[in-house]
């Protein structure tokens, strides 16, 4: 199996004729059938299904997509971090993370790091903590940001110096807003939507002191933005962190944090052994100079 016949499929599942995937990829039609041909042959499935007009994925052609795009991008990123200059740095850092306020911390050693080395790109990609291991673990992302309950034992990793706070995100006008801590009782009988992360119901369920399950969750989410449109239209509340929606002016919505209070760690990690591109060292020694600037000035670590 041969990259340029991933890049062939690929094309061919964007453009959905092979007249429009051949003039993409500036080969001629026959060839370009051949090869995916050859390709369904030597994977004894069925990717395409030719239709008159256009070409769809199989089901085991969607599955192979995805597969095929992660090859790529792991074929791409090692090519770059190879061509880079020893002495001119530049190639791409790429950084997973959650929805979270520590983000900061990162954006302002990306500022930093742009006055010093201009030359670095910087590919972010936002998902929940599970989605950002797999990444890592195939090699697509340099570094995640994962917020606690999450398992790094496999991983390297600089604490950082920043806590999420739990709380409950509502509507302005629901009963529940006229307080100013939410406790586990108040969360018996809500509809409430909650993160599909793993291990945040272990953590969920300590603090509640009864069985996660019990709660009446209406739907699940991996990250906050669409969630909260659910909750600003009336579909129930939001167990959420802290400071990831606008709750602020004419937002129909507020947080309130949960009492005893439920705090989230963060880490920056990245893969044991990992051997790093010279751009991803120096985003990594930039990023321990900001932690430790933020030690040295704890007022700052509060966000």
């Avoid at 880490?267 to 430790?292: C, H, M, P």
Wanted: with cysteine.
């Amino acid at each position: 199996m041969e990259i340029r016949v991933l890049r062939y499929f690929l094309a061919v599942a964007r453009e959905e004729t092979i007249s429009g995937a051949a003039e993409a990829l500036h080969v001629t039609q026959p060839t370009l059938s051949r090869q995916l041909m050859d390709l369904e042959k030597e994977l004894g499935k069925k990717l395409l299904s030719r239709g008159n007009r256009k070409i769809t994925l199989t089901e085991e052609g969607v599955f192979f997509r995805k597969r095929a795009q992660e090859i790529i991008e792991l074929v791409d990123k090692t090519a770059n971090d190879f061509h880079a200059d020893d002495d001119f740095i530049s190639g791409s850092v790429h950084i997973g993370g959650g929805e979270t306020d520590a983000m900061r911390l990162i954006a302002g050693a990306v500022k930093k790091m742009e006055g010093k080395y201009p030359h670095i790109q910087y590919h972010i990609f936002s998902g929940n903590g599970d989605e950002v291991k797999e990444k890592l673990d195939m090699g697509l992302l340099d570094f995640g940001v994962l917020i606690e309950p999450a398992d790094i034992q496999k991983y390297d990793y600089l604490k950082l110096p920043r806590q999420d706070t739990w709380g409950l995100l509502m509507r302005k006008d629901s009963p529940l807003a006229e307080r100013r801590l939410i406790h586990p009782e108040d969360l018996a009988s809500l509809p409430l939507l909650c993160s599909r992360q793993t291990l945040v119901e272990n953590t969920m369920a300590g603090w509640l002191g009864f069985d996660y399950e019990k709660l009446n969750i209406r739907a699940t989410y991996n990250l906050i933005y669409n969630a909260a449109l659910m909750v600003e239209e009336g579909v129930g509340y939001a167990l959420a962190l802290d400071k990831l929606v606008n709750t602020t002016g004419d937002s129909p919505l507020c947080f309130r944090p949960l009492s005893p209070p439920l705090k989230a760690n963060l880490n920056l990690v990245w893969k044991k052994y990992q051997v790093f591109s010279k751009a991803a060292e120096k985003f990594l020694q930039q990023v321990q100079e900001e932690i430790r600037l933020c030690l040295r000035n704890p007022d700052k670590n509060i966000l």
